[in-house]
């Protein structure tokens, strides 16, 4: 399953975040701690961390919700960008890894 797998894993818990994520984000974006323009944050955390982008979705209010991460040293984050291009800066975390777990039979809850 790789990377689907893990999609539907972290799908639950972006799930949850984007319901929040207009909300955080504006307050990020005031304060402006943690926000920046996107490619500077994408540079940042590919050079402090070594982490690249493993997937992406769409929030609340077009947001665009990605999870960065480094399978080396499992360190991740998790962005939101607005439109006009504004980063910021939603979670990050350790132990990151990729799952391949099987689906639920059919007909089955998870």
Request: charged share 15%.
């Given at each position: 399953?790789?990377?689907?797998?893990?999609?539907?894993?972290?799908?639950?818990?972006?799930?949850?975040?984007?319901?929040?994520?207009?909300?955080?984000?504006?307050?990020?974006?005031?304060?402006?701690?943690?926000?920046?323009?996107?490619?500077?944050?994408?540079?940042?955390?590919?050079?402090?961390?070594?982490?690249?982008?493993?997937?992406?979705?769409?929030?609340?209010?077009?947001?665009?919700?990605?999870?960065?991460?480094?399978?080396?040293?499992?360190?991740?984050?998790?962005?939101?960008?607005?439109?006009g291009g504004l980063t910021c800066?939603?979670?990050?975390?350790?132990?990151?890894?990729?799952?391949?777990?099987?689906?639920?039979?059919?007909?089955?809850?998870?």
């Amino acid at each position: 399953m790789g990377r689907l797998g893990m999609t539907f894993k972290l799908g639950s818990l972006l799930a949850g975040m984007v319901l929040n994520v207009a909300s955080v984000t504006t307050a990020t974006a005031q304060i402006g701690r943690n926000c920046a323009a996107h490619d500077t944050v994408v540079a940042r955390l590919a050079e402090g961390y070594g982490e690249t982008r493993q997937m992406m979705g769409l929030g609340a209010n077009n947001a665009i919700v990605e999870v960065f991460a480094s399978e080396q040293t499992g360190s991740w984050t998790i962005t939101v960008t607005v439109a006009g291009g504004l980063t910021c800066l939603v979670a990050s975390g350790q132990a990151f890894e990729v799952l391949a777990e099987a689906k639920p039979a059919k007909g089955k809850d998870a």
